[in-house]
T-cell receptor, first 113, second 114 residues
Framework: EDQVTQSPEALRLQEGESSSLNCSYT??????LFWYRQDPGKGPEFLFT???AGEEKEKERLKATLTKKESFLHITAPKPEDSATYLC??????????????FGKGTKLSVKP | DGGITQSPKYLFRKEGQNVTLSCEQN?????MYWYRQDPGQGLRLIYY???????QKGDIAEGYSVSREKKESFPLTVTSAQKNPTAFYLC?????????????FGSGTRLTVT
């Protein structure tokens, strides 16, 4: 069964304290791994998509990396405005998901000034 | 501005009433999706449509219905048969076959049924 697990569930950082969020996945054939940011009461906002092991993408203080079993979202010197829930999702090429996105439960990041 | 518009932002209904959530997109995307989000759970797929006049059930379709009469519109009806309808509902769209393969989301509708 296709699965996506995100850890930790919640993460509290001080401003400037770098850290990483993890997304581990089990799929038959990966057709893309997606990172989204979601603010309270709003829809998810697309951040990155990764397709193959070894691929990396960067945007401001965020950097996403991908291996064959997991992805990391690295946050360098975070600011309070980076506080949000970060969602990971995978698109499977085969199996019961029919190519639809499978989401993890998210990591809620809080950055204190 | 191109995007996905969900309305209303907040919706309150009495138990036993059907309610329809609106989703409109002007991105010219072929595929549209409805998800449900509950606290502590990942987004769960309710229904999706890859082309006009066609749609498929997702993982939790029971108690919901949809239509896709126009490319731009994909309304979701929450029927009285849905046992636990209070949730945050998200609509998304994607351009089929696009290299980026990304789903873009609307701002959501929070439905409260009492």
């Amino acid at each position: 069964e296709d699965q996506v697990t995100q850890s930790p569930e919640a993460l509290r950082l001080q401003e400037g304290e770098s850290s990483s969020l993890n997304c581990s996945y089990t799929v038959s054939g990966l057709r893309g791994l997606f990172w989204y940011r979601q603010d309270p009461g709003k829809g998810p906002e697309f951040l990155f998509t990764l397709y193959s092991a070894g691929e990396e993408k960067e945007k401001e203080r965020l950097k996403a990396t991908l291996t064959k079993k997991e992805s990391f979202l690295h946050i360098t010197a975070p600011k309070p405005e980076d506080s949000a829930t970060y969602l990971c999702a995978v698109r499977d090429d085969y199996g019961g998901s029919q190519g639809n996105l499978i989401f993890g439960k998210g990591t809620k990041l809080s950055v204190k000034p | 501005d191109g995007g996905i518009t969900q309305s209303p932002k907040y919706l309150f209904r009495k138990e036993g009433q059907n309610v329809t959530l609106s989703c409109e997109q002007n991105l010219n995307h072929d595929a549209m999706y409805w998800y449900r989000q509950d606290p502590g759970q990942g987004l769960r797929l309710i229904y999706y449509s890859q082309i006009v006049n066609d749609f498929q059930k997702g993982d939790i379709a029971e108690g919901y219905s949809v239509s896709r009469e126009k490319k731009e519109s994909f309304p979701l009806t929450v029927t009285s048969a849905q046992k636990n309808p209070t949730a945050f509902y998200l609509c998304a769209s994607r351009q089929e076959g696009h290299n980026l393969n990304v789903e873009y989301f609307g701002s959501g509708t929070r439905l409260t049924v009492t």
